[in-house]
């Protein structure tokens, strides 16, 4: 019997990737996400790489407490267990805090990020089996924040919190807790953020080329395999690490304020 994944987002950037990278280790997948033509293209493309295997999707959007409530629902009749839970799910919106339409769109941006990654991850946790992994798919934007992404800092910050939680609770059922904070990919999202960045972060920020995301999603899942918690790839992300660790808080802050953008007043 094959092992099994489930991956919120998968279908398409990084959890696609993730998916396909899996699915040539001979795991069964389920893929959760929104756009049902997306989930179709996505199954067709990792069946057509591993005959072997199966694969299964879901049109569910995470922010959807009942959606999210039924589907999980649905996976724990039709499965026994899965062995790989992937948190994934996740859009990039940039705008000043003050810029956002309403705060039902403030709030859409939390649900998704935050919420629904502590939802994926409640509802998941039952299904999981000794042994088994959790993958958290962070940013390096969860360890500062820049203006333009505060709510997207908010969300990755908190499920970096989240994520060493969840290490220690699941400690005892020996299941093995990662926490990918990443730099910039090469995916849709990042094809999106670019498209609609305002010329002031363009202008100071000075974005180098992305990482493909397959080979993030190799470099991931070796770590995965590895136990290693913590997965940073990006050199700017253990830059930025290395100067809050090493520097006192307000040098690393000073530091930190001379390479990040801010808007124009």
């Not at 899942?221 to 990006?234: A, D, P, Y």
């Amino acid at each position: 019997m094959n092992k099994i994944a489930l991956i919120t987002g998968g279908s398409s950037g990084l959890g696609l990737e993730l998916a396909g990278q899996l699915v040539r280790k001979g795991y069964d997948v389920l893929l959760l996400a929104r756009d049902e033509g997306r989930l179709q293209a996505a199954k067709a493309s990792l069946e057509a790489l591993n005959s072997r295997i199966n694969v299964h999707t879901f049109v569910c959007d995470v922010a959807d407490e009942q959606a999210m409530c039924s589907t999980f629902a649905t996976i724990s009749r039709r499965f026994e267990a899965i062995d790989f839970l992937i948190v994934n799910a996740a859009i990039a919106t940039i705008d000043l805090l003050g810029d956002y339409k309403s705060l039902q769109e403030v709030n859409r941006n939390l649900k998704i990020n935050l919420l629904g990654a502590v939802s994926s991850t409640y509802l998941g946790i039952p299904l999981l089996r000794r042994g088994a992994h959790v993958l958290f798919i962070s940013s390096g934007f969860g360890l500062v924040g820049a203006a333009g992404y505060s709510l997207y800092a908010a969300s990755k910050g908190g499920l970096n919190n989240f994520a060493d939680a969840i290490r220690r609770e699941l400690l005892p059922r020996q299941v093995h807790v990662h926490l990918a904070c990443l730099g910039d990919l090469d995916t849709p999202m990042y094809a999106g953020e670019l498209e609609h960045m305002p010329a002031w972060i363009k202008a100071k920020m000075g974005r180098g080329k992305p990482m493909p995301a397959g080979q993030a999603a190799a470099a991931i899942l070796k770590g995965c395999f590895r136990r290693q918690f913590r997965i940073n790839l990006s050199s700017d992300v253990k830059l930025l690490i290395l100067v809050q660790k090493l520097l006192p808080q307000k040098l690393s802050t000073y530091v930190i304020d001379r390479v990040l953008p801010f808007p124009p007043v």
